[in-house]
């Protein structure tokens, strides 16, 4: 986005796509500062999900270990690649999701549909990336790790013999 540089900014042109914007707004309307994404502040954790993990879902299988008191995992995405092997998956129903949830919980902070991945008969790649999170209480955020289930109707997936590779990207958010 382009803005006039009066007192009293004012939008004027859409920006290039791609373009950063680089200023902070200093001695401007405040509504207008970038917030910095602290990039180097992502972490990421990759689990590899055998056909026996995958086939004993819903059980959950934990991608990120409880952090250390007083600190939240705050997702930020999550990729799914699923190699297959000799047989791709029956997926017993339509809503059957992968979904990465705080350990014991099943409310989904992010979900891939297994229709689209698992049941293909090539190597596919889903990737979602997190969007809210509204509502929870704090005890319910405050040092509980991350898991992967297969929510939906079960049973879930069936015959596969391929593998998925889950690939989850968090920031650690200290609580006060």
Same mark, same amino acid.
């Given at each position: ?37 602290? &990039? %180097?502040?992502?972490?990421? @954790? ?5 056909? =026996?993990? !995958? +086939? ?5 299988? #934990? ?30 129903? &339509? %809503?059957?999701?992968?979904? @990465? ?5 099943? =409310?989904? !902070? +992010? ?5 689209? #991945? ?53 920031? #650690?958010?200290?609580?006060?």
């Amino acid at each position: 986005m382009v803005f006039s540089s009066g007192k009293d900014e004012a939008f004027i042109a859409p920006g290039t796509a791609g373009t950063v914007l680089t200023s902070n707004g200093a001695g401007r309307n405040a509504s207008y500062q970038a917030i910095p994404f602290p &990039a %180097d502040k992502i972490q990421i @954790a990759q689990v590899l999900l055998s056909s =026996t993990d !995958l +086939l004993a879902l819903p059980t959950a299988k #934990l991608i990120v270990a409880a952090p250390g008191s007083g600190k939240m995992i705050l997702p930020v995405s999550l990729a799914l690649q699923f190699k297959k092997n000799m047989t791709a998956y029956t997926i017993a129903n &339509a %809503d059957n999701a992968f979904e @990465a949830v705080y350990h014991g919980d099943t =409310t989904a !902070l +992010l979900s891939i549909l297994a229709t689209g #991945l698992v049941d293909q008969a090539a190597n596919t790649v889903s990737a979602k990336a997190f969007s809210s999170l509204a509502g929870l209480a704090q005890t319910k955020l405050a040092a509980i790790g991350i898991d992967l289930i297969l929510g939906g109707t079960t049973p879930g997936l069936t015959l596969g013999d391929g593998t998925v590779e889950a690939t989850f990207a968090y920031q #650690l958010v200290t609580l006060t």
